[in-house]
């Protein structure tokens, strides 16, 4: 959830090591991922519209670089790497081994380990997120975890469930109380951005219903709808997050910093479906 690439790493947020809270090459699969839709074709860029996600890419680079922000590649949410999880004990090794006997005992005998941090700024809650273990991000809540927790990427257990399309865990995380409002990673953003940014759109829903900020502008000057947009491919899943955006009343008057706004965006990219359903809206 930015200049981050499209696909599951991203730099507002991503599940893996990237190859993108923002540029334009979509990085590998990994096997915490979703299988891929079996689907429709997303329309092949002309020519213009190369040049067009060039240009957004160019203009990300060049803002991140201004604000000393990372450059694209650099920044990506980072999953525990196998030799992390080896060296885990106490409450992080019980969280990703989804243990709430464990958590309940360890916790109750010593909170403070509620909050403690891995190398990578990691509580048990982020692990267990990341490892999607449902029982103990319940027993980590149950006994007191704070929901809301920064890594040291600055990534919080919404955006990581956002960003790995996982909308059980997500659904989780927000009935046991953790908002959809925090603004995450280093690009200002948020779990909407970041969710647009990839195309998942049922986490763009679940996100606007929990009464996430539909057009908070991130440190790059983007919205969750530019980047449905600009980092998107124009397929299904990233029509069906401009519909939802929409649908929820996003403002389509919000530029870039160049001042270019959705619309402008959605022609120059050749997205002819996005431009009837922004100009649908009433966008100019």
């Known amino acids: 959830m930015d200049p981050r690439r499209r696909g599951v790493s991203s730099r507002e947020g991503t599940g893996a090591p990237v190859t993108a809270d923002s540029s334009t090459t979509r990085p590998a699969r990994t096997s915490d991922d979703p299988e891929p839709r079996a689907a429709t074709r997303p329309p092949t860029p002309r020519a213009g519209s190369l040049r067009a996600r060039s240009a957004a ?23 525990p790497a196998p030799h992390e999880i080896a060296a885990y004990g106490g409450l992080h090794a019980a969280a990703h081994r989804g243990d709430a006997a464990a958590i309940a005992r360890i916790a109750g005998s010593d909170r403070g380990a509620l909050q403690a941090r891995d190398g990578n700024g990691r509580t048990p809650l982020h692990v267990a997120t990341f490892a999607r273990r449902h029982d103990a991000i319940r027993a980590l809540a149950k006994a007191g975890a704070e929901l809301g927790a920064l890594d040291a990427q600055r990534y919080d257990a919404v955006t990581i469930a956002a960003v ?5 865990t997500l659904a989780l995380l927000l009935e046991l109380g953790a908002s959809a409002r925090e603004v995450t990673s280093p690009y200002d953003g948020t779990a909407l951005i970041a969710a647009a940014h990839l195309g998942h759109d049922g986490v763009v829903r679940r996100l606007i219903a929990a009464g996430a900020p539909i057009d908070h502008v991130n ?7 530019i980047e449905a947009i600009v980092l998107g491919d124009g397929g299904p899943r990233h029509r069906a997050c401009v519909r939802a955006l929409l649908d929820a009343k996003a403002d389509a008057s919000i530029g870039d910093r160049q001042g270019r706004r959705p619309l402008q965006l959605a022609r120059d990219l050749g997205y002819r479906e996005m431009v009837a359903m922004l100009e649908a809206a009433g966008a100019r």
């Open 57 to 79: 890419t160019s203009a990300a680079l060049a803002t991140a670089l201004a604000f000393g922000l990372p450059a694209p590649p650099a920044v990506a949410q980072t999953a």
């Open 164 to 168: 790995a399309d996982d909308e059980p």
């Open 219 to 225: 440190r790059l000057h983007w919205t969750a709808l």
